[in-house]
């Protein structure tokens, strides 16, 4: 019989049951009893959703980030918490987020780091180590839900962070190398494991996904020495990895001395039959079939394909679960009432996913026959979603067949075209500007949200609208910046925008997924051929420049953003998709050029996010991913000048990238860097004209002009003056007018001091 499993379950609920209670917490709207008891509530559901496992995961639940939960189990605490007060959970908030919540601001101490998972868009908390960090085991946590799952009746699979992966997630605060800690470590995890052995735990799934990222020796010999310490017979371990290919480690995990590995079949297809063969005879291989990261269904006739000789072969060694924990998908399709019934029929969320592990294993254990209707009707819906006219749009798929280099390529080089462009514009040097929003007042959301709920009519919402889009240009006025922007008061997500302009993407009402802590994202989705209908953004952006003499940038999203945070096609290469959406904006570039619009702003605030996880991969990413770029934005005149603007602060090993977009400015995030960010630019000599960020907009602090002037005057040393521009770190849509005025009328008023002192 093959054994049936799943890695992890999204734990903020299908109405975001937690997200609300964490919050109403931190409020001191309910207390910890309560807020514990909605957590058992949760727990109990989802494993009553996956109950025909065989075995289902413990411990993947948490109160804010499962990396955290196992700093705690292991007793990894910062020290700044040792004089704090309260209870465990109180301890565990003030790492999260500072404080713990019904507590005055008194007793808040730093929060730890927050960083990506791996190359999805979770984010956890990074552990802090130094010197002279001891471990100790605090497993009363994992035992209680062992406890309640069993009362379920239910097996339990204890779900931990391995040790390896552990340390590789964390960073040091002193300069010792945190491997050294790996000693000091393993002792409280054998502990560990003792203590699920006398709770009588037979199997516990051991996250190692570090496994397929590039490993040095000295991390890929941790991996052996971690293990032979580990060796046990009780409980059984299963090493899980996902996200990718193990490439050179696949040798390494194979013959770690454990019971079982876990492989992503679906992001290492290719790697299934070395793992079969080479796997010794004694050890269990789960295989990840359902794809835990993107929410189409699963071709299971085409899998049972693959999937039948290799169960031939192991017959009971076999496991079968879905590819990563499921946390990175929403929780239930059958919620959503308004999708449309055609695409909705190819989707699975988590639990439907979960039917399908269980289709796949039925029909290996009692022969296809037995789950006949369940194959049919994934058949008909993969064959309908792979003929449907909504997908294939023969237009579309014309147009790219055109797609030449040459349209991504400016008619002059930047020297040219910026002469022209500063001619025409006409702007002192030191030109001030914003990222493109502008306070998203509690009026403009409820403007929007009337609307949404039919309760505005389409005339009154648009009449509202250019209210704010007026009211953003006089303020700009008043404040004297030099290049004006309207503001987006019409946008509630820079992406979910466009995506609902653009046919070929669809919405969710519940689709939740976590995104840190209490925050959730709900990724539009990308299903069928992108065109654009008709212009997205002119109206707005032409009523806005009507209003005001000096130039106003039109904004726009660019397609590797747009692509980054969408749940996209896996019928076709992100590649492919990401060309279609660049052509899309394209248009939407040469609409509003052709209206008149004389600067056009293409954010790619996420183009460092899709970065792959092994460097050797980056090269092809970086490529197609500038080349959409350029294909989007350079179709314009030598006059039209383009901007493109990104919120990070890491350029040093992606700097040649962002040269070849060849941007006419571009606006970073540098405030907090004081500059030195800029060495990159300068190192690599950066050709073309920069806007450093010299407000932090993520801080209420006010900076004054000669803040932001002493910022400049560093920047200064870096980049050639005439081609440095003056703006904020990023948008402000999170901050108040208060705020944001006083912080611009010193922005303009230290550009007018340098204009001046600097000749
Ligand atoms: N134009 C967007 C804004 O100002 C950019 C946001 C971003 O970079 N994340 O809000
Ligand atoms: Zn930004």
């Not at 097996?155 to 962070?161: D, F, G, M, N, Q």
């Not at 896996?570 to 990401?578: A, K, L, N, P, V």
Request: aromatic content about 8%; hydrophobic content about 40%; some cysteine.
């Amino acid at each position: 019989m093959v054994t049936t499993h799943n890695l992890g379950f999204p734990r903020v609920g299908a109405r975001r049951e937690l997200k609300f209670a964490q919050e109403a917490f931190w409020k001191g709207q309910i207390t910890e009893d309560e807020l514990q008891i909605t957590g058992a509530g949760l727990r109990r559901r989802h494993w009553h959703s996956q109950q025909r496992l065989s075995r289902v995961p413990v411990g993947d639940f948490s109160f804010y980030d499962q990396v955290l939960d196992m700093s705690f189990t292991l007793g990894n605490l910062p020290e700044r918490l040792n004089d704090t007060e309260g209870s465990e959970l109180d301890r565990y908030f003030r790492v999260a987020r500072g404080r713990s919540g019904h507590e005055s601001a008194c007793c808040g101490v730093q929060a730890g780091e927050m960083t990506k998972w791996f190359d999805t868009n979770y984010h956890y908390i990074v552990p802090e180590f130094h010197q002279n960090t001891r471990f100790q085991l605090k497993a009363d946590r994992l035992i209680e839900q062992i406890t309640e799952a069993r009362a379920q009746g239910l097996a339990p699979k204890p779900v931990i962070i391995g040790p390896v992966t552990y340390l590789w997630l964390g960073k040091t605060k002193d300069e010792h190398d945190r491997l050294s800690l790996l000693e000091s470590l393993l002792p409280v995890y054998s502990k560990l494991l003792d203590v699920l052995a006398a709770h009588g735990v037979d199997w516990v799934q051991v996250d190692e996904p570090a496994l397929v990222t590039d490993l040095d020796a000295d991390w890929r010999h941790a991996f052996s020495l971690a293990y032979h310490h580990l060796k046990t017979s009780a409980p059984k371990l299963l090493v899980t990895t996902y996200f990718g290919e193990l490439r050179e480690n696949l040798q390494l995990a194979c013959e770690l001395p454990v019971a079982g590995l876990h492989l992503d079949a679906i992001s290492a297809p290719q790697e299934v039959a070395r793992v079969v063969d080479w796997l010794p005879p004694h050890k269990q291989l789960s295989l990840g079939i359902i794809n835990g990261r993107n929410i189409w269904r699963t071709d299971l006739e085409k899998t049972l394909d693959w999937l039948e000789p290799v169960h031939e072969k192991l017959g009971g060694r076999l496991w079968l679960a879905p590819s990563c924990s499921l946390l990175h998908v929403p929780v239930d399709l059958s919620s959503e009432e308004k999708l449309d019934p055609e695409i909705r029929n190819w989707m699975a969320f988590a639990t439907q996913k979960l039917d399908e592990l269980n289709t796949l294993a039925t029909a290996l254990n009692h022969g296809r026959a037995a789950v006949q209707k369940s194959l049919v009707e994934s058949t008909v819906a993969i064959n309908s979603q792979k003929t449907s006219e909504r997908v294939h749009n023969a237009s579309v798929q014309a147009r790219l067949k055109d797609v030449r280099p040459a349209l991504g390529q400016r008619q002059s080089p930047y020297p040219d075209r910026i002469a022209i462009q500063q001619q025409k514009l006409g702007l002192p040097r030191f030109p001030t500007t914003t990222i493109g929003s502008f306070p998203q007042t509690r009026d403009i959301r409820q403007t929007r949200l009337q609307f949404h709920k039919g309760e505005l009519t389409e005339a009154d919402y648009n009449a509202r609208i250019r209210e704010h889009v007026r009211h953003c240009i006089t303020e700009q006025e008043a404040l004297g910046l030099d290049v004006l922007v309207h503001g987006e008061a019409e946008r509630n997500d820079m992406v979910e925008y466009f995506g609902e302009q653009l046919d070929g993407y669809a919405f969710s009402q519940f689709g939740w997924v976590q995104s840190y802590g209490s925050r959730c994202v709900k990724p539009p989705i990308l299903f069928g051929d992108i065109s654009r209908p008709k212009a997205m953004t002119v109206e707005w952006t032409r009523y806005a420049q009507s209003l005001t003499e000096k130039p106003l940038k039109g904004m726009l999203t660019g397609p590797v953003t747009i692509l980054n945070w969408s749940f996209v096609r896996d019928d076709q290469s992100r590649q492919e998709s990401c060309l279609q959406l660049a052509l899309a904006i394209r248009e939407e570039v040469l609409d509003l050029e052709a209206s008149g619009v004389r600067i056009i702003q293409i954010d790619e605030a996420a183009l460092r996010e899709g970065l792959p996880l092994r460097q050797s991969d980056w090269k092809s990413y970086l490529d197609w991913a500038i080349d959409a770029f350029r294909i989007a934005a350079n179709g314009v005149r030598d006059e039209t000048q383009i901007h493109t603007h990104m919120c990070y602060s890491e350029f040093n090993d992606i700097i040649e990238a962002i040269a070849r977009m060849d941007a006419d400015v571009i606006t970073i995030e540098t405030s907090r860097s004081d500059m030195e960010l800029l060495d990159a630019f300068r190192g690599f000599q950066y050709p073309n004209d920069i806007g450093p960020g010299v407000y932090d907009i993520h801080s209420p602090n006010i900076p004054d002009s000669e803040q932001i002037r002493s910022l400049m005057i560093k920047a200064a040393e870096r980049i050639p003056v005439e081609r440095l521009w003056v703006n904020p770190d990023c948008g402000l849509k999170t901050r108040q007018w208060e705020e944001v005025r006083p912080a611009l009328r010193s922005m303009v008023a230290a550009a007018r001091e340098l204009r001046e002192s600097i000749q």
